[in-house]
């Protein structure tokens, strides 16, 4: 059974700060994906990593993927407070389907 | 633009109505689509993998008879949830897959009194 784990699951951070969130997973899978959630709102889709060594970058964020170590990482850079929300990393599973992690809440504060 | 469609965005029922929610792929044909369910600060649960054509493939401890899953054409798949109760009171959101990507409708947000 395909398992994701994120963590942190809480994270208040203050602007300018960097900070990594990582997403571990339990199974071989093709693809990882990085969304971002407002309060009430759907996802709104950040990176699709397709393979191992993958790195994209968005802004002040950044996302990895090392398929051997079954890992992801979302980094921050210069955090601010536009960046406040919930983000979710999710594993692609054979069905097609995405299996989510428990997402970590994102608060920057002045 | 969006390119998953999901109705209504909010819906209030009383206990005890069936309730319908309708996701279209806008852009393109699907033929799968994904219905997810998301309680307040909490994750993604798949509920259920609809199929065009044939029935859909529930997660375990999701109850076919009570979320009822139609998906008539490549473009639009129907979840029912019937005979509401509080406890079905959650956001619920669609999504399909185009390419690489997956889409993922506006959500849902069902509150049954």
């Known amino acids: 059974e395909l398992k994701v784990e994120q963590n942190p699951l809480f994270l208040s951070m203050q602007e300018g700060k960097n900070y990594t969130i990582y997403c571990n997973y339990s199974t071989t899978s093709d693809r990882l994906y990085w969304y971002r959630q407002d309060p009430g709102k759907s996802l709104e889709s950040l990176f699709v990593l397709l393979s191992n060594g993958a790195v994209k970058q968005e802004g002040r964020l950044m996302a990895s993927l090392d398929t051997k170590a079954r890992l992801s990482t979302l980094h921050i850079t210069a955090a601010v407070h536009d960046l406040s929300a919930t983000y979710f990393c999710a594993v692609l599973r054979w069905a097609g389907n995405l299996i989510f992690g428990k997402g970590t809440k994102l608060s920057v504060k002045p | 633009g969006a390119v998953v469609s999901q109705h209504p965005s909010r819906v209030i029922c009383k206990s005890g109505t069936s309730v319908k929610i309708e996701c279209r792929s806008l852009?393109?044909?699907?033929?799968?689509m994904f219905w997810y369910r998301q309680f307040p600060k909490q994750s993604l649960m798949l509920m259920a993998t609809?199929?065009?054509?044939?029935?859909?493939?529930?997660e375990q401890g999701v109850e076919k008879d009570k979320f009822l899953i139609n998906h008539a054409s490549l473009t639009l798949s129907t979840l029912t949830v019937t005979s509401a109760h509080p406890e079905d009171s959650s956001f619920y959101i669609c999504s399909a897959r185009g390419s690489e990507k997956l889409f993922f409708g506006s959500g849902t947000q069902l509150s049954v009194l």
């Open positions: 852009d393109f044909q699907a033929t799968t």
């Open positions: 609809s199929n065009e054509g044939s029935k859909a493939t529930y």
